[in-house]
C-alpha cells in the first residue's frame, strides 16, 4: 500500500516525512495564487479539489439513495430540509477534523490516543471499520438491483439467483481495479479522484435530469418544495400534515399515527445518518495527508468540502426527494385498493393483517382461517386500505418505472435512472474499500513498508468480501432490495456522536494543536457549531439505539463514556 515515495494508504504522513515531497508544487501553486487575490484563488482551490470529491463518493450511495427515496414516499416535500442541515453540520464536524490534521500534520487515531482518550480512539476507529464491512452490503444489493431491473432487464444470464452472483462479481471486479490506481500513487491518486468526480458527476446530473424532465412537463409544485426546505423538527412527534386528513378518516386513528410516526423517524434517522457517516470522517483526515496537504491548504479543505461534497449532495438527495414525492406521497393504485380481500397478497396485504392485529391481537388474526380474515379486510374502511397501500416499500425501480411517463415507454427512463444507481453504487463501494486500509494498518501501526502494503490490501478487500458475500448470503431474497440500506444507515446513526464528540475534544485540546488552538471569537462561534452538531447527531443515535436494543444500547453507552473518563490519554510521543 505504498508508493514510490514511501506514502502508504495508512501512512497520513504529511509531506515533511519524505526525502522528497511530490505535493510541493502545489503548495507553491496555491500561496502564489492566495497571494493573487480571491478569483485566482479559487481557480486554484478548484483544481486542486480532491477530498471533498471522495466525501461525496461516499455519501451518494445506496444509503442516500434509499434514505432520499424512503423520505420522499413517506413525507412528500416536507422533508427538504433533513438531509441538507445533516450535510451542513457533517461538513462542520469534517472541518473540524481537517483543521486539527492540517495544522498539526499527525495522524488523528494516534493523535486522540495520546492528547484526547485511547477509548475514544478505539471506539473510532472500529466503529468506522465495522461501518465500512456492514455499508458495503447494500451497496451491492443496490448496483445488482440497477443492473439486473434498470439496465439489462432483458439479458437471461444476468438474472436470477446465478445473476445475483455475476453482478455482484462484477462490481467487486470493477471496484478492485479502481482501488490498484489508488494504490499505485502519484498519478495514481489523480486517476483515481479524477475517475470519482466522473462518477459522482454522473449520478447529480441523472438524477438533475429525471426532476428536470417532470418540471418540464408541469409535474412539480415549486411553492411547496421551497417550503419543504424550512426545517420543522415537530415531524419528530408528529405525522405529515399531508396524511392528517386519511389517518382522521381511518378505522383506528391511533393505530395510523403511531405507525407513521415510526415509519417517519426511521426514515430521518436513515437520511440522516447517510448524511455524514463515521468512515467518511475517518476518510478525510487521513486521504488529505496522502495528499501532502498541510496548514497551508486549511482553506482550500473548507472550500472542498463545500464543493465537492456539500453541493452534489444538496442537488443529488434533493432530487431523488422531489421524484419519490410527486410520483409517490400519498398515492396508490386504486385498482389495487378495489380488489377483493382474497386476491390481495404481499406487503399490501401483510400491512392490513397487521391493522387487524392491532385492533384484536396478533395471535388472534393468526388463528383465523382465510376466508374470515378476509371477511374482516373487507369491512375495513377505505382509508385504513389507502394508508396500507401508501405504506409499501419502493425501490428505484418503482421509482425509475413510475417516471416512464415522461421519456416514454422505450425504457430510456430506466437507463437513466439505472446510470446513475449504478454510480452511487459503485463509488461508494470503492470508498469503503479505501478507508478500510486506513483503519487496518492504523489499527496494526502500520505506516510503511510491507506491512502495510499487505494490511491495506487485506484492509481494502474486506468490504469487497462482506458486501458481496453479506448481500448473496443474507440480503439477496428481499423484496426491495434498496430498503436494506435503512436499518444500515440506522446501524451508522448509533456511532456517529463518537466521532462528533472525538473532534470536539480535539478542537479543544491545548496539548494537541499548541499555538494553532482556536482562540477568542472564532473559538466560540466553532465550539457553538460543533455542540448544535454533536446534539443533532446524539437524539438522531439515542432514538436509533432505543428503538433497535433499548436498554441494551443506553447500557452500551454508558460503558463507553465511563472508561473514556477513567481511562487516561498516553500523553508519550509515539
Known sequence: MADDQGVSTSSGSGPDSHSHDPYAADRQRLQQAQAAGLGVTLKT???????GWLQSAITLGG????????????GGYEFMWLQPLMMIMGVIMLSAIAYVTLSTGERPFGAINRHVSPVLGWAWLL????????WAMPQFSLGTAALQQNLFPDIAWLAGRSGEWICAGVLFAIAAVVIAFYESGGWGVRVFEGILKAMVGLVVLSFFGV???MSWKGELDWSAIAAGFVPDVSLLWRPVASLQATIDASGDPAYWTETILATQRERMIAAAATAVGINMTFLLPYSMLRKGWDKTFRGLACFDLSTGLFIPFLLATSCVVIAAASQFHGRFDTAELNRPAAEISGPYRANLEARLGAEEGKDVVAALDDATVNARIDALPKADKELSLMLVKRDAFDLARALENLFGKGGLTQKVFGVGVLGMAISTIIILMVINGFCVNEMFGWSTGAGSRVGGLVGSLLPGVTGSLGFLLLWSNSDAKFWLAVPTSNFGMALLPIAYITFF???NSRSLLGDALPQGRWRLVANVLMLVAILAASVGAGMSIWANIGWIGV??????IV????VPAKRQVA
Not at 444509503?63 to 413517506?74: D, E, K, N, P, Q
Open 563 to 566: 472508561l473514556a473518563i477513567v
Open 211 to 213: 426532476v428536470a424532465a
Open 63 to 74: 444509503g442516500s439513495l434509499a434514505g432520499s427515496l424512503y423520505l420522499g414516499v413517506i
Open 555 to 560: 447500557g452500551l453507552v454508558g460503558v463507553l
Open 45 to 51: 482551490y478548484l483544481a486542486l479539489s480532491g477530498p
Open 127 to 134: 466503529a468506522a471499520l465495522m461501518a465500512n464491512l456492514v
Open 505 to 507: 475534544l480535539m478542537m
